[in-house]
């Protein structure tokens, strides 16, 4: 009886590990990974959601600025218009516009025969002429002036003097000024020989030639001096008229009393002058105070 009694419990203790094991291998028991942890990622999808909704009531999260597209912010202002260039050059009011060229009779020499000599043009247009000598300063803002200011002046150029910068003047020449003719070395002429005073202008006149292209037809002799032998040779040189002046500006006082046909110098070699495009901002003002405007002199002569 008791051997039979311990064969049972022995059975049962079998059956009841049996149960055990087949519990532990059945399927059902068993839970992967990504089951197990199924309701936490819900949990934290759901948080996730919560949280971006809470973030769109409470005040929305920032984003990023849109790039800047060169228009101007919505504020009601207008962008600035560009400043005028007569004001940029401290004019009050823009250059009135010359007379348009038309075919005049050209002033003609003693009996009809050589160039003319002039200090003053007859006219009775409102226009006054801007001359410059020589060729020594080489400011690139006074090519802007011209240009801004479509200024028609003349260049009187000594080869000497100009011929190192002559890239300079051709760029005042491309804006609208006009090259024109003041002997190789800036020689005081009158009293000198004919061949020394035709090799002082036709030497120069092969010069602007080669450089730009053209044989000026206007000449100033240096410092204003010439004779018959002057004309006779600057004839022979090609030149129809010899240019003085009835004005010279050094400074920035503008000389008074302009009057329609005048001549203004502005010299370059001035020790002690303002720079050109100062002086001719000053004589500028003068001449719209005249009710003048500047005139091409080659549209004259």
Not at 33 to 43: C, I, S, V
Not at 121 to 130: A, C, G, P, Q, Y
Not at 224 to 246: K, P
Request: hydrophobic share 40%; with cysteine; charged share 25%.
């Amino acid at each position: 009886m008791t051997v039979w009694r311990l064969i049972a419990g022995t059975l049962a203790v079998t059956a009841l590990l049996t149960g055990c094991t087949r519990s532990a291998d059945h399927p059902a028991a068993r839970t992967s990974p990504t089951a197990a942890g199924a309701p936490a990622d819900e949990a934290r999808r759901a948080h996730g959601a919560d949280s971006r909704g809470a973030g769109s009531r409470a005040g929305a999260p920032r984003t990023a600025a849109p790039a800047h597209s060169g228009a101007p912010e919505a504020t009601g202002r207008r962008a600035r218009a560009p400043q005028p260039a007569y004001r940029r050059w401290g004019l009050t009011a823009p250059l009135a516009r010359p007379p348009h060229p038309v075919d005049r009779p050209r002033p003609q020499g003693a009996h009809g025969a050589g160039p003319v000599v002039v200090e003053r043009v007859r006219t009775r247009d409102r226009v006054v002429f801007l001359t410059y000598d020589d060729g020594a300063e080489r400011d690139p803002r006074f090519v802007d002036l011209v240009r801004e200011l479509r200024l028609p002046v003349s260049l009187f150029l000594t080869d000497t003097v100009a011929g190192p910068g002559y890239a300079h003047f051709a760029r005042l020449r491309a804006v609208g000024a006009s090259v024109q003719n003041h002997t190789l070395d800036h020689t005081y002429l009158r009293g000198l020989p004919y061949a020394g005073q035709r090799a002082a202008i036709c030497g120069q006149q092969d010069k602007l030639r080669a450089r730009f292209g053209v044989r000026p037809r206007l000449f100033r002799p240096p410092y204003g001096a010439y004779d018959t032998t002057t004309l006779r040779a600057a004839a022979d040189c090609g030149v129809t008229a010899v240019v003085r002046w009835g004005a010279t500006v050094t400074d920035t006082e503008a000389p008074a009393g302009l009057a329609p046909g005048m001549i203004v110098s502005l010299p370059a070699d001035e020790p002690t002058a303002a720079p050109l495009r100062e002086r001719t901002v000053a004589v500028l003002r003068e001449i719209q105070r005249a009710g003048l405007t500047v005139g091409r002199l080659e549209d004259y002569l």
